[in-house]
């Protein structure tokens, strides 16, 4: 699963999982790309995707030598959650990022959010492995 070493500089595109909303402002933002097979850097994500639909994207993106990031929504790397934690590799960086629907940490905390869609910032896998660095 893990990507084999390239010269980062060919790595020039971020990829992105997540819900609709996420997605859509990441293309406004202008990171949607298709390739000449047709390839594109994103999903969108909703209640009705298969897990494995997702496993595939991210094993498909991870593997890809021209994506230097992948943003996933948080509560969508929570349905992969085994195969985000197993993913080691520097390139591409996984990042997840919350969503509008759920977001993260305490500071989400409000009227408006219930506590069930508050993304859990201790189940990030970058914060675990920055915690494992640092021997916490």
Same mark, same amino acid.
């Given at each position: ?11 020039? /595109? &971020? *990829?992105? =999982? $997540?819900?609709? +909303?996420?997605?859509?402002?990441? /293309? &406004? *933002?202008? =990171? $949607?790309?298709? +390739? ?101």
């Amino acid at each position: 699963m893990a990507a084999t070493t390239t010269n980062p500089k060919e790595r020039t /595109l &971020l *990829a992105v =999982i $997540g819900d609709e +909303d996420s997605v859509t402002g990441l /293309l &406004l *933002a202008g =990171i $949607g790309h298709i +390739d000449q097979q047709q390839k594109k850097n994103f999903l969108i994500v909703d209640a009705k995707t298969q897990t494995s639909v997702i496993e595939s994207a991210f094993e498909d993106y991870t593997e890809r030598k021209d994506i230097a990031i992948l943003l996933i929504n948080q509560h969508v790397a929570e349905r992969i959650r085994p195969t985000v934690d197993r993913y080691q590799a520097a390139f591409p960086a996984v990042l997840e990022i919350p969503s509008k629907e759920h977001p993260y940490g305490e500071y989400a905390c409000g009227p408006l959010v219930p506590p069930s869609d508050i993304s859990d910032p201790s189940k990030d896998s970058v914060l675990k492995r920055v915690q494992k660095l640092r021997g916490d």
